[in-house]
């Protein structure tokens, strides 16, 4: 994917369809999940290698993937931990521990990304 924008989509894990969240802009990569209750499918948080859970309010299972969306490990984080730098990471992808796991994710598998189009946006 070329540039990329805060917006929502389809994540595809193992034949199942997620709604997604992308994070793309500084002030929603910092924000992630912080101050939820939860969410209804994943966050993708593009161009990191590393995740923290201070602040978070409910564990996360948090996949670090490569820059051709292979799945390098899946690990469950509860609040106020701070994620192991992954050097071949680029993105993350995460959501509500257990999730994953219900969605056949692990390590070697690959998720494709659909973003919906913003009619509000040009170009």
Same mark, same amino acid.
């Given at each position: !994917? &070329?540039? @990329?924008r805060?917006?929502?989509g ?7 369809? *997620?709604?997604l /969240?992308v ?5 929603a990569?910092r924000? &992630? ?5 939860g969410i209804?499918g994943? =966050?993708?948080?593009v161009?990191?290698n590393?995740?923290h859970t201070?602040? !978070?309010?409910?564990?996360?299972? *948090?996949?670090? =993937?490569?820059r051709s969306?292979r799945? =390098? ?5 509860r609040?106020g931990?701070l994620? !192991? *730098?992954?050097?071949r990471?680029r993105?993350v992808? /995460?959501? /509500?521990?257990?999730? !994953?796991?219900? @969605?056949g =994710?692990?390590p #070697?598998?690959r *998720?494709?990304v659909?973003?919906?189009a913003?009619?509000?946006?040009? #170009?």
């Open positions: !994917m &070329g540039k @990329w805060d917006g929502r389809t994540l595809t894990a193992s034949g199942v369809a *997620v709604p /969240e994070a793309a802009s500084y002030r990569r924000r &992630g999940l912080l101050g939820r209750d209804a994943a =966050l993708l948080i161009r990191t590393s995740v201070f602040g !978070m309010r409910f564990p996360i299972d *948090v996949a670090y =993937l490569d969306f799945v =390098l490990s899946v690990v469950t984080m609040p931990r994620g !192991m *730098v992954r050097p990471g993105h992808l /995460e959501a /509500e521990a257990g999730a !994953m796991a219900g @969605w =994710l692990g #070697g598998g *998720v494709s659909h973003l919906t913003d009619p509000n946006r040009a #170009g």
